[in-house]
């Protein structure tokens, strides 16, 4: 059957995370629901690069799916648009792969962007989409404490408890940390996350920016491999997924 990737993006306020389970609506169901019109009326398996947890977003989630429906990339758009409303979940682009290609596997890198709103005032027009922190942040204390993190480490301090990956082991390529007028951003990039751990990095490095621990405190965490020793996991709201890279790239339409 033919074997398309998909570039989507989503609101994930809404639904219970990626991944279909008991109870809630999942974007996993959404888009097999909708690509069932597409599939003789069979919900097909919907593949992602990555399984987001409830509340988190996605600029660019990349989505395998194989229909039956003999048509062009940009038709298997349009139809899972049309098929996808009213939910807050959007396919950007599409193409077609091989038969056996991987979203998860076959990537060679991820991003994600977490937002702080850093101001008194509540958020309005960000509000599920930013973590709001009225305390003042030192975005360069968290930049200098991040640097330390970066390189191939076993990162048991900050992957969840329920984390199901084989090995603690991952290479952290970019961590960065800048102020942009009321908000703090932190950008990080490596091939692939644990479970939770860039929402573990970002509650750790704000206890930083708060002035309550040293800039070499999340290095001695690392070193420690002591979850119970980090900071808080940041809220979901203020994560979003931004890329997910490929070589040889996809060839979106």
């Avoid at 119970?228 to 996991?233: D, E, K, P």
Wanted: proline share 7%; glycine share 8%.
């Amino acid at each position: 059957m033919p074997c398309f990737a998909l570039l989507v993006e989503y609101d994930g306020a809404p639904f219970i995370g990626w991944q279909r389970q008991s109870a809630g609506l999942s974007i996993q169901q959404v888009l097999e629901e909708a690509a069932a019109h597409l599939n003789g009326g069979e919900p097909p398996l919907a593949t992602a690069a990555g399984r987001t947890d409830a509340g988190v977003h996605a600029e660019a989630q990349v989505v395998q799916v194989e229909i039956s429906a003999e048509l062009p990339p940009e038709r298997v758009r349009d139809a899972l648009n049309f098929h996808t409303r009213p939910h807050p979940v959007t396919v950007l682009a599409a193409a077609a792969v091989a038969p056996g290609w991987s979203p998860r596997f076959d990537a060679i890198g991820r991003a994600y962007r977490y937002r702080i709103l850093n101001r008194r005032a509540r958020p309005a027009l960000d509000l599920g989409r930013v973590w709001h922190v009225q305390r003042r942040l030192d975005a360069a204390a968290m930049h200098e404490a991040a640097q330390a993190l970066l390189g191939r480490h076993d990162f048991s301090a900050y992957r969840a408890a329920s984390c199901q990956a084989k090995t603690p082991l991952r290479t952290l390529d970019r961590l960065d940390v800048t102020r942009l007028a009321d908000e703090v951003v932190i950008v990080a990039e490596a091939r692939s996350f644990l479970h939770h751990q860039v929402r573990n990095l970002v509650g750790t490095l704000a206890e930083v920016g708060m002035g309550r621990r040293p800039a070499s405190w999340p290095r001695a965490v690392l070193d420690g491999r002591d979850r119970a020793r980090a900071g808080q996991t940041a809220p979901p709201e203020g994560l979003t997924l931004t890329a997910v890279r490929y070589d040889p790239p996809i060839a979106w339409g």
